[in-house]
């Protein structure tokens, strides 16, 4: 086999897997290896865009059903935002190991199409004010499989590249990924109050003001570009070899204490970005009256999501431990401070205070999501080159291979746990609401668990005699 530095031609293929890849070597990367990785991301993003297009759509249609004449009480809408998020969290467990056994082609094709299940089931069923509740319980469960995707998406995109350039691309895909639930946001309200669709996607309905609207379109409308992206995915994408791996080898992480770590601060950035993202809408509407949240909701996970590739870009650039340290800080502080804008004691609160604390958050999520998901491969790999310091240039190569599975694994898995967030934010809003009237017990809550990741982060990642600087 020649050496990926002197070899010129493109990397040898069966189909459309790759047998060689190594986006370490520097002149492999500049000849061969730049052009394939960019286009394996540019095609991942759409694909991780109309999941979480998918996997948030109830943020929109829980807002709208009680005007149709659907029957559900405040608790079961916000039971039905976050019940994506408990399902979406759950399918990302497995979805984390599925690429190295599928192929990232393969898998990415599998998971987008899998799609147009909930998205046609739900166009169908908002239709009939008589639909069961149960019925729309399964499936938001259903539109938890667009939540999945992104463990197995995150996975495939970080065989691809250098440890150098993993920040900005993990960034770009999640990002631009994350960018689908503020473009849903935005375009369900949109595309409800016209028949864009035709007479194929059904009629339209009657609000309890008056209004006609096709609430079906906010599901519907991403059929087309799920069998697009689906398409481009088989034919544009690549598997690759040396990413293979069986679901034991990859348990291996289940062992690593920093596996554990972070997961813990990576729930707390994506955690909450996914998990404001889905309850915002209605939190808006529960805390304000006369406001129409579709009117505001898609600026929270737009900023949120706009923000992650540049806190992957800062993190390559001042290190992942220190950018989500400070970051963690302003966390703490911009959800407190969202207590100052709430209704109080009869008293209506500040709209715009509460908006404007909100981006701030978000755009501090998504700072944390860029920053903590550049630490992950970085302790995999320097965990496992002290191991093989000393023993060998071959045990060197070995001992990278074996970081970058463990780590492509490490980053599916926490992203597993951290989109539990999606699932217990509206639930403890809802929650609250319920128990005392008001969201202050769930914002203290959070403002608590964001204060133990900065001391985490000191402990074990910033201070000068941590374990690992990254």
Same mark, same amino acid.
């Given at each position: 086999?020649?050496? &990926?530095a002197?070899?010129?031609?493109?990397p040898?293929?069966?189909?459309s897997?790759?047998?060689e890849?190594?986006?370490?070597?520097?002149?492999?990367?500049r000849?061969?290896?730049?052009?394939i990785?960019?286009?394996?991301?540019w095609?991942? #993003?759409?694909?991780? $865009?109309?999941?979480f297009?998918?996997?948030?759509i109830?943020? =929109? =249609?829980?807002?709208?059903?009680?005007?149709l004449?659907?029957k559900?009480?405040?608790?079961q809408?916000f039971? *039905?935002t976050? *019940?994506?998020?408990?399902?979406?969290?759950?399918a990302?467990?497995?979805? @984390?190991?599925?690429?190295?056994?599928?192929?990232?082609?393969?898998?990415?094709?599998i /998971?987008?199409?899998?799609?147009?299940?909930?998205t046609?089931w739900?166009g169908?069923? =908002?239709?009939?004010?008589?639909?069961p509740?149960g019925?729309?319980v399964?499936?938001?469960l259903?539109?938890?499989?667009?939540?999945?995707?992104?463990?197995?998406?995150?996975a495939?995109?970080?065989?691809f590249?250098?440890k150098?350039?993993?920040? /900005?691309? *993990?960034?770009?895909?999640?990002? $631009?990924?994350n960018?689908?639930?503020?473009?849903?946001?935005?375009?369900?309200?949109?595309?409800?109050?016209?028949?864009?669709l035709?007479?194929w996607?059904?009629?339209?309905?009657k609000? @309890?003001?008056?209004?006609?609207?096709?609430?079906?379109?906010?599901?519907d409308?991403?059929?087309?570009?799920? #069998?697009?992206?689906?398409?481009?995915?088989?034919?544009?994408?690549?598997? !690759?070899?040396?990413?293979?791996?069986?679901?034991?080898d990859?348990?291996?992480?289940?062992?690593?204490?920093?596996q554990?770590?972070?997961?813990?601060?990576?729930?707390?950035t994506?955690g909450s970005?996914?998990?404001? /993202?889905?309850?915002?809408? !209605?939190?808006?509407?529960?805390?304000?009256?006369?406001?129409? &949240? $579709?009117?505001?909701?898609?600026l929270?996970?737009? =900023?949120g @999501?706009?923000a992650?590739?540049?806190?992957?870009?800062?993190?390559d650039?001042?290190?992942?431990?220190?950018?989500?340290f400070?970051?963690?800080?302003?966390?703490?502080?911009a959800?407190?401070?969202?207590? *100052?804008?709430?209704?109080?004691?009869?008293?209506g609160?500040?709209?715009?205070?509460?908006f404007?604390?909100?981006?701030?958050?978000?755009i501090s999520?998504g700072?944390?999501?860029?920053?903590?998901?550049?630490? #992950?491969?970085?302790?995999?790999?320097?965990?496992?080159?002290?191991?093989?310091a000393?023993?060998?240039?071959?045990?060197?190569?070995?001992a990278?291979?074996?970081a970058g599975?463990? /780590?492509?694994a490490?980053?599916g898995?926490?992203?597993a746990?951290?989109?539990?967030?999606?699932?217990?934010?509206?639930?403890?809003?809802?929650?609250?609401?319920?128990?005392?009237?008001?969201v202050?017990?769930?914002?203290?809550?959070?403002s608590?668990?964001?204060?133990s990741?900065? $001391?985490l982060?000191?402990?074990?990642?910033?201070?000068?005699?941590?374990?690992?600087?990254?």
């Open positions: 086999m020649p050496h &990926p002197l070899d010129t031609s493109p040898r293929t069966a189909r897997t790759l047998l890849w190594w986006p370490e070597d520097r002149e492999f990367w000849r061969q290896g730049q052009a990785a960019r286009r394996n991301l095609i991942s #993003i759409p694909a991780l $865009l109309l999941a297009a998918v996997w948030m109830w943020s =929109v =249609v829980a807002v709208r059903l009680d005007s004449g659907f559900f009480s405040t608790d809408l039971w *039905l976050a *019940l994506p998020g408990l399902s979406g969290a759950t990302r467990i497995s979805y @984390a190991f599925m690429v190295p056994v599928v192929g990232g082609r393969r898998w990415t094709v /998971s987008t199409a899998s799609l147009l299940l909930p046609l739900l169908v069923a =908002v239709q009939d004010p008589q639909t509740y019925v729309f399964l499936i938001a259903l539109c938890g499989l667009g939540g999945g995707n992104f463990a197995s998406s995150m495939n995109i970080s065989f590249f250098p150098s350039q993993q920040g /900005s691309a *993990l960034g770009l895909n999640a990002g $631009l990924g960018l689908g639930v503020s473009v849903m946001q935005f375009l369900a309200p949109l595309v409800i109050t016209v028949g864009v035709g007479p996607a059904g009629g339209a309905q609000t @309890a003001s008056g209004q006609h609207i096709y609430l079906q379109n906010a599901a409308v991403w059929v087309l570009p799920i #069998i697009v992206v689906t398409l481009l995915a088989w034919f544009g994408m690549n598997d !690759l070899a040396s990413a293979r791996a069986s679901f034991r990859q348990m291996v992480i289940f062992k690593r204490k920093h554990w770590i972070m997961s813990w601060l990576y729930t707390a994506f970005f996914i998990g404001f /993202s889905a309850g915002f809408p !209605l939190l808006i509407k529960s805390q304000f009256s006369g406001i129409d &949240p $579709l009117h505001y909701a898609f929270g996970p737009m =900023v @999501a706009l992650r590739p540049f806190g992957g870009w800062l993190a650039h001042i290190g992942g431990a220190k950018l989500t400070w970051n963690f800080i302003v966390m703490v502080l959800t407190l401070s969202l207590l *100052l804008f709430l209704p109080h004691a009869g008293q609160g500040s709209f715009l205070g509460f404007l604390v909100f981006m701030l958050l978000f999520t700072i944390g999501n860029g920053s903590t998901f550049r630490m #992950i491969p970085v302790i995999f790999r320097s965990e496992h080159e002290r191991r093989a000393g023993a060998g240039s071959d045990a060197l190569q070995a990278l291979l074996a599975k463990e /780590s492509a490490a980053l898995f926490s992203s746990v951290a989109a539990y967030g999606a699932f217990f934010i509206p639930r403890a809003f809802g929650l609250s609401l319920s128990l005392t009237g008001g202050a017990a769930a914002l203290f809550v959070f608590t668990y964001y204060l990741c900065i $001391l982060t000191w402990w074990f990642y910033q201070r000068a005699q941590a374990e690992i600087h990254c």
